[in-house]
């Protein structure tokens, strides 16, 4: 009898368009010990057959057949008070969104403590006890103070950390971990991995890890699922699927898996996609690739760098009384020296809280630094004091966000949150000329007209994060600042979004700050690269030299750590090099 068996699920979805079918019969299992990987593109239902299991399907989304069985007792019948006791206790979820699934206005401590003092009736002080364990075996420094700190007090992979340790706190029979390593560098990725792994065999438990990185599939599985618009298309084996696949699906996939040993000029695409939405005859393409080619208004260019920052610092409290002064401070950033030329990429790494996102909104002008300047093409912004005069950088500098779901307002619909900077900054004429501007950047993305009246929840991850993207291109921006935009993608919309940045580079040239924990998508993507540790930068050289002899031990040590894809389909790596 397997661990979980999900036999013939079938999920729909009820709009006033009618009815929506997310997952058409789709039978897997998992045993003890073993890690079942569900592999596709954003939008294929991964998410939601783990939602489905859990219990978590979200209203109007319903099981309209099939059964899920937890060793041999069906749970999908449960009525939701019975259903509490299983999910958390039985069933842990890792959810890809870790900033949504903590509660902002509870502690860290609290949230945790509450789930193991409900499940395992512990009580306070042994449950803190095991909350400190677990925050230190997910890699987080000084449990005991962090602890006691609310979510948004850490990074997006510190958060990430903090919701693996909430859903192993209980010890569950099956692990449903949706892309638990997204918003993690390497190191802590390798860290986590090992961690599940060893859980899994120690403890026998059953994990679904839904992940669209190959690398975290080849290393970590034993089996792989295939899904594509909510079919399941292929499954076996891991080395079998990867190294030998059967569906032109699969094929397609792996060859867009970026390359680590090689620097290709573009990403290889995924060519198996049907029914792609285009505008229905290019004329909205066409008006937005004109208004993005336009002469930007922004003066030219010096010859100097067009981003220099100098000693550049900053603190944050972590605590501070009302009645005492004593204060507990982060040195996030210390002391950064780094120059950005015109038209470049320059790639930003490091670990999740070494300081690569906050250089980012300090850049931006969303964080007052604590010390040192930002300079953009001559002029010290971060002096400047007049709001007219930020607003007109602020057009000039836009930044594609890691976390998609928060950065897009939940109230307003696509057309809204996609024309709100050009009708701020007043940069087309009329409203049909904004409306076809935004068509045509939502064609860039890959999404189409039919987005445009709809919200930001009716899309998966990866969809909100082209939202973004096309967002951050309405101002036609002289420097993009990309903070972590593939993190929430499949590799095919990854692949069709770098290439689009690189097209978009090259022929507005338009300069980058790329930052990701992702080393191949960095060695694709970048002209040179900076690493960075706690705070301090440690080394910046060009791409190929920093890749082929680094000089720094801890780059030395992250290079290492690159998942290895030594039996990926030799077909898919072929195609990857002809495009090359």
């Not at 069906?74 to 903590?102: E, W």
């Not at 993005?292 to 100097?304: E, I, P, T």
């Not at 210390?334 to 030329?341: E, G």
């Not at 290492?560 to 195609?575: C, F, H, V």
Request: charged share 25%; net charge neutral.
């Amino acid at each position: 009898m397997a661990l979980l068996d999900i036999n013939n699920l079938h999920i729909e979805f009820s709009s006033r368009r009618g009815n929506v079918v997310a997952i058409q019969d789709v039978s897997l299992s998992l045993e003890k010990g073993e890690i079942l990987g569900v592999v596709g593109e954003s939008g294929a239902g991964k998410s939601t057959i783990g939602n489905a299991v859990i219990g978590l399907l979200e209203h109007p989304g319903k099981m309209t057949g099939g059964t899920v069985l937890l060793n041999g007792e069906r749970i999908d019948a449960l009525p939701r008070q019975a259903f509490r006791k299983v999910r958390g206790r039985r069933i842990g979820m890792i959810f890809q969104d870790p900033l949504t699934s903590l509660d902002p206005l509870q502690t860290i401590e609290s949230q945790l403590v509450e789930t193991m003092q409900v499940h395992l009736h512990l009580d306070h002080q042994q449950a803190r006890a095991r909350a400190v364990a677990l925050m230190e075996s997910v890699g987080i420094e000084e449990p005991d103070i962090r602890l006691n700190h609310y979510p948004h007090q850490f990074s997006g992979g510190m958060r990430q950390r903090v919701v693996i340790a909430l859903a192993l706190c209980c010890e569950p029979e099956v692990i449903i971990a949706d892309e638990p390593t997204t918003a993690l560098d390497v190191s802590i990725q390798a860290q986590i991995l090992d961690l599940l792994r060893k859980l899994c065999k120690e403890k026998q438990m059953g994990m679904i890890l839904i992940t669209h990185d190959m690398g975290v599939i080849a290393e970590t599985t034993d089996r792989v699922a295939v899904l594509y618009r909510g079919r399941l298309v292929e499954e076996g084996p891991t080395r079998q699927i990867l190294g030998t696949p059967q569906h032109l699906y699969t094929k397609s996939l792996i060859s867009a898996v970026p390359r680590s040993d090689i620097k290709l000029r573009r990403f290889p695409m995924v060519t198996y996609i049907e029914d792609v939405q285009t505008a229905s005859d290019g004329s909205n393409l066409a008006i937005a690739t004109r208004w993005m080619g336009q002469q930007r208004d922004f003066g030219k260019s010096s010859g100097a760098p067009l981003v220099k920052v100098e000693n550049l610092g900053m603190r944050f409290v972590l605590k501070q009384s009302f009645f005492k002064r004593k204060r507990v401070m982060l040195q996030a950033v210390k002391d950064v020296n780094l120059t950005i030329k015109e038209g470049e990429v320059f790639g930003l790494v490091g670990e999740s809280g070494s300081g690569k996102s906050t250089i980012a909104r300090l850049i931006a002008g969303l964080y007052e630094s604590s010390g040192g300047s930002v300079t953009f093409n001559d002029v010290n912004i971060t002096e400047l004091n007049d709001g007219k005069q930020m607003n007109a950088f602020r057009r000039q500098i836009q930044m594609v966000f890691q976390d998609p779901f928060s950065s897009l307002n939940p109230r307003m619909r696509i057309l809204d949150i996609v024309a709100e900077p050009i009708r701020f900054h007043k940069l087309a004429s009329t409203e049909k000329i904004t409306r076809q501007i935004v068509s045509g950047l939502l064609d860039y993305v890959g999404l189409g007209d039919k987005a445009l009246m709809r919200y930001p929840h009716e899309f998966s991850g990866g969809q909100r994060q082209r939202i973004c993207i096309a967002r951050a291109l309405a101002t036609r921006p002289r420097f993009l600042i990309c903070d972590e935009p593939t993190s929430a993608l499949d590799v095919s919309i990854q692949a069709q979004i770098l290439n689009l940045l690189k097209d978009l580079q090259e022929s507005l040239g338009l300069t980058i700050l790329f930052i990701s924990h992702d080393l191949p998508v960095i060695r694709q993507m970048c002209d040179r690269v900076g690493v960075m540790r706690h705070g301090e930068l440690l080394e910046v050289a060009d791409t190929e030299t920093l890749f082929s002899a680094p000089k720094h031990d801890y780059t030395r040590h992250l290079l290492s750590l690159m998942p290895t894809l030594d039996y990926l389909s030799r077909e898919g790596l072929e195609a990857a090099e002809e495009v090359g």
